[in-house]
Each structure stands twice: as C-alpha cells, then as structure tokens.
C-alpha cells in the first residue's frame, strides 16, 4: 500500500515518479537573464513546451527567461536549454514520450525525441520548481511510460456538466501528471440541435466549446476522445415520446437490478434505432479531432426482457448483442475512427470475442480492489482484441472517496495491463446517484492513477498523501494530502463490502428497502457508527487549518466540510432506518430541516465548478 506523508521533505517529490533519477548532490540557484533556448528542427513544434517552461520558472522561481531558438548563443547565457530530435526512429507512441532532464552546475538541459517528451519534461521541471523554488538540486532523470496511452474520463451525464473553466483546470491538472487520454462520458449533455427535447434541462456542452476544448487538450499532448453511449444508458433519451417507440422495454420492466419504470436500452431489432446512432454520430464526431471513439454499449440489462424476448429466447443474448454492436461498429469506420466499447458484455459470452473486428478496442473496467483484471485480460490477450484496462476513482457513491479500494483498483488494472498487454490505461470517475462528490475528493486517485500507469515499479508505493498535497493542493506540510488520504479511508471503519460505495453515502442516496438491499440485510453495528462520527469529528475540525496555495482553496475547504455533514447524515440515516439495530423515533421536523440546509449547501457548491442543469436532480437524491 502506498505511504502517506512520510517521506524525508527534502527528498524529490514528483507525480508520476520518474522511472529512474540520480542526485548528484550539490544544488544549482536559478539566476536572472537567462535564456530558454529552444533547439530543434522546427522550433515552433517546441514553442508551447518553452513557455510552459518559461511560465513555471516565473511563478516558482520568480525569473523571467527568454525562448531563443537557436544554441548561437554563448554558453553562459543558457538557463535552460531544450533539444528535442525529431529521430525518425521515435516511431512508437512510447517513444515519443521519452525525455531526460538534467539539472547541472552549468544549467538545465532536457532532451527529448518529440514534443510530447520535452513536454513531459517540463511538467517535471514545474513540480522540481514548485518544491524546491530557486535552488534546485542537481539531479539526471531518465524517463519514458509503462503504457502509451493514460486516460481519465469524467462522467458528466449524473448530473453534474462542469463549466469551461472547470474543465481548462482540470486538463491542466491531468497534463502535469503526464495523463494523454481524456474522455468526457455523455449520454444526454451535448447539445445535439436535431434533438433539443433530450438535453434541454441539461445545460449541455455545445459543439463550440466542444472544439474550444480539444485545441486546449492538443496543447497539451491530451487527445479528446468523443465517449457517446448509444445501446444501454439510453434512459435520458427513451423517457421522451419522440424516442420511446425505440426502447427494448418502452415502459420499464424487471432486470437484474431491479424493477425498472423507464426505458433503458435501445431495441437492437428496431431499424429505428442504429438510424438514431447513425444520426447521433454525424452530429458529435465532426468536433473531435480524435482518431477514437468511446461508444459505450455497456450494462445492456434489460436486453431480451421486452421487444427482443423472442430473438434472444431463439438466438441468445449475447448473438443479439454482438450483432448491434457490429452494426454501431459498421458506422464508426465511416466517420473514420477506431471503436472503443466497453467490454462486460462481451466479456460474459467469451465464445463471441473472436468475432469481434480486430481493429476495435475493448475497455476492460472494473471498479473494486479485487476485480477480474488478470482473468480477462487473458482472455482478451488470448484473443487478440486489443484493450484498456480501466480502474476508477472509488468517488462516486462515496462522498468522501474510498482511497485503500481506489489504490488497489488501479494498481491491480495498471499490474495486469501490463502482464497481458494491454494498450491502454483509463481511470473513469463516475457520478452515479447525482454525482454528490465535489470534485477534489478525486484528486488523489488521479494522481495515483496516473503514476501506476506512467510507471508501475517507480509509483507502485509512492507517498501519494505528500504528492497530492504539494502538487494538488498547493500544500507543501503534507496536511491536505493526508486529510484526504484518511478522509477516503472513513468507510473502513464500517467493515461491511459494500460494492461500489459507502454504506453512509447509501444511507443518504436510498429508501429504506433500496438501503437494506444494498446492504445484504447485514446489519451495521453502532459501535461502527460511533467511530465514523468520531473520526469525522477529527477530520472536521482539521478543516480550516489546511493551507493551500490556491485561487480556490476556501472553495476547496467548504467542499470538504460539506462532504462531511453528508458522511453525517448518511451515519445518521443508518441509524433512524433501524439497519444499525432498533429502529430510532426521529424528529422529522429536525430531519427536515437538516436536509432543506444540505441542499442549499449542495446547490452553492455546486454552481462554483458546474453549469445548473442536472442540479435540482442530483438534490433529490438527498433522502429524508
């Protein structure tokens, strides 16, 4: 398990860890007029990476350097000299991520064989900066990735659509871990002009800012790949009249997760339906630049429950499945792109994997410490198809995150990626229930999700808390990594599995029945209770003492105290619901009261980061 804030402070704190980095003791002082110079066959490929550079070195080590490029300059002059080759042999993706950095008597030197090197470079060079400011120790770093490919994507379909500035934040946060993939999951929140009815309280992202993004992510090495569901996850589209007639169960039906009210998957028989995804497609793609395509198709659980009963009864499930996705496969090729899907489904009728195209991708996810990775990814292996391996964040259905299953997910996906070959890396955050987790709470399993994915062996135990708080927070004493390492880690306290989230974020986001199956009908003891509180008392206390060097940091604070009073009143909830023992008369006035005062909170954190469509739902699922 990794450490938490017990490193030497003085010791090289990086995320990720390079893979390999010798100090050579001594220190060189940053001085004043001195140049960047930019050496490279064309040097406007490089200017970006300089200005990084040049932007880094002005806010940590407050000088101001010029970008030359060209090396006719004397020696002396040379703050920071970038040499990036341009080698033809940089033919692999991996190749074009290596970089080395020296820090050295006479100045600092990165060499690199393409941009995304340099870049890489000098999102090293910003931490080294960041942590030790002017003087810097002498140092030689040899660095290149475990996986070519690091992704994070975001769910903004559950509720919560997060404003551009949010998003810009976000990407540089992602860019200095050296993440390369960034996917926004959408099943309803783009704003499709053929299809207003769908997204209209929504507060969608729209083709421009669609575009707006994906020139910021190329900056930035990051490739904005389009992530459309368009089989199962179709609720959002199917509750409206002009699309019901399209639904496998236009009026819900029973599924392995219960009772379903509403329509949830596309009927694959209806040649309505792949028009519908043929339209959907031609509307989106246009604004990406990516070669990928992220189309979804997981979770098909009502499939053969309605109008498809009888073909699935005589054909099978998943010969009906693969069938539509062949079909949404066909349309993707059109617009030119390689098929990304999500690979439950298929991966549940194993004897149909080796009808797949060899030219699409399977995304190979789960979400708990000890899911499947080594078995599938053999299977897949075995088979041919090229996969991601996809952990998460643990956040959602959390509140406070779940940092002990979050590190052993992603470890666990990253280990077995490598062993069978994976091609990808990606850590999905979700927002299931109404997305109630601030988005801090997923910083550190970011962090930790893109060092195992940069490097296995050099991230594996890294001191994650010390990281996160330096480069994440902006709090160099450690005390924000740690609070929300151990905030993360509250759930422990209730040692009950509870698959995909907390026990107290169930006791928030579920009626009394919904809340006991969750829990198997185990009882949780007050005992567990009492603890929970307790360390939230320590954790609540210690919230305005953190320090952080941020624009945002009494936002950040406020987020976390809110977080705790839901953590609270899930606790509570428990409780008055009588799966912790007896039941508990309430004061519904009091409980009233107290739910009227987390929603207002709820809504004031809310609109800070995100656009208001999505918010009134995600409140509801605050229960009494």
Aim: glycine residues 8%.
């Amino acid at each position: 398990m990794p450490k938490s804030a017990q490193s030497h402070p003085l010791s090289p704190c990086l995320v990720p860890e390079p893979r390999a980095i010798t100090l050579n003791g001594g220190a060189l002082e940053i001085r004043p007029d001195k140049l960047i110079v930019l050496k490279a066959a064309q040097p406007a490929r490089g200017f970006f990476e300089a200005q990084e550079a040049q932007r880094a070195l002005s806010q940590h080590a407050r000088v101001t350097w010029h970008i030359h490029a060209s090396d006719a300059v004397p020696a002396e002059a040379t703050g920071l000299l970038i040499v990036i080759e341009d080698a033809a042999e940089a033919s692999a993706d991996v190749d074009r991520q290596r970089y080395a950095l020296d820090v050295t008597p006479g100045g600092i030197r990165i060499s690199a064989s393409a941009p995304a090197g340099a870049f890489y470079a000098v999102m090293t060079l910003t931490q080294l900066l960041r942590q030790y400011g002017r003087v810097l120790p002498l140092l030689h770093i040899e660095d290149r990735p475990d996986f070519a490919r690091r992704g994070v994507m975001l769910d903004i379909s559950r509720d919560k659509v997060p404003t551009m500035q949010t998003l810009f934040e976000l990407v540089d946060m992602l860019a200095e871990l050296k993440i390369n993939e960034f996917q926004l999951y959408t099943e309803h929140t783009f704003a499709y002009r053929r299809h207003p009815v769908v997204w209209a309280s929504a507060s969608p992202m729209t083709g421009e800012e669609i575009m707006q993004l994906d020139a910021y992510c190329r900056m930035r090495h990051i490739d904005l790949v389009p992530n459309q569901n368009c089989f199962g996850h179709m609720r959002r589209w199917l509750i409206h009249d002009a699309y019901r007639h399209l639904a496998e169960c236009p009026n819900g039906c029973d599924t392995t997760w219960g009772y379903f009210a509403e329509p949830f998957t596309l009927c694959p028989g209806d040649p309505g339906s792949i028009a519908l995804v043929e339209e959907i497609f031609e509307e989106l793609l246009p604004h990406f630049t990516s070669r990928f395509f992220n189309v979804g198709c997981d979770e098909t659980v009502d499939l053969g429950q309605g109008r498809s009963k009888a073909e699935v009864e005589a054909r099978g499930a998943g010969r009906v499945y693969l069938d539509f996705l062949l079909k949404i496969y066909e349309r993707v090729k059109r617009h030119g792109r390689t098929m990304q899907f999500w690979g439950d489904i298929i991966m549940a009728h194993p004897e149909l994997v080796a009808e797949l195209p060899r030219d699409v991708i399977a995304m190979e996810w789960g979400y708990e410490f000890d899911h499947p990775f080594a078995d599938h990814g053999a299977k897949f292996a075995a088979s041919g198809i090229p996969f991601y391996v996809c952990g998460g964040t643990s956040s959602w259905n959390s509140l406070g995150g779940r940092t002990d299953n979050a590190i052993g997910n992603l470890l666990n996906a990253a280990e077995n990626g490598q062993k069978h070959g994976a091609i990808g890396f990606l850590n999905t955050d979700w927002g299931d229930y109404g997305h109630l987790q601030p988005l801090p709470i997923s910083y550190l399993p970011y962090a930790y999700g893109a060092g195992v994915s940069w490097c296995i062996a050099a991230n594996r135990d890294v001191d994650i808390a010390r990281a996160v708080s330096l480069h994440l927070f902006g709090d160099p004493s450690g005390a924000t990594g740690q609070f929300v390492y151990d905030l993360g880690n509250v759930y422990t306290r209730i040692p009950l599995r509870t698959h995909n989230g907390t026990a107290y974020a169930y006791g928030v986001i579920f009626a009394e029945e919904a809340l006991k199956r969750r829990l198997a009908e185990n009882a949780v003891e007050r005992t567990w209770l009492k603890q929970v509180n307790k360390d939230l008392d320590r954790l609540e206390a210690a919230v305005p003492t953190l320090k952080m060097q941020r624009s945002d940091a009494v936002l950040i604070r406020r987020e976390f105290a809110h977080v705790i009073h839901l953590m609270r009143y899930g606790v509570a909830r428990l409780g008055r619901l009588g799966v912790a023992g007896k039941r508990v008369a309430a004061d519904l006035k009091a409980v009233e009261r107290e739910r009227r005062r987390l929603v207002a909170e709820h809504d004031r954190v809310w609109l800070a980061r995100n656009r208001p469509g999505g918010m009134e739902d995600s409140a509801a699922n605050i229960r009494l």
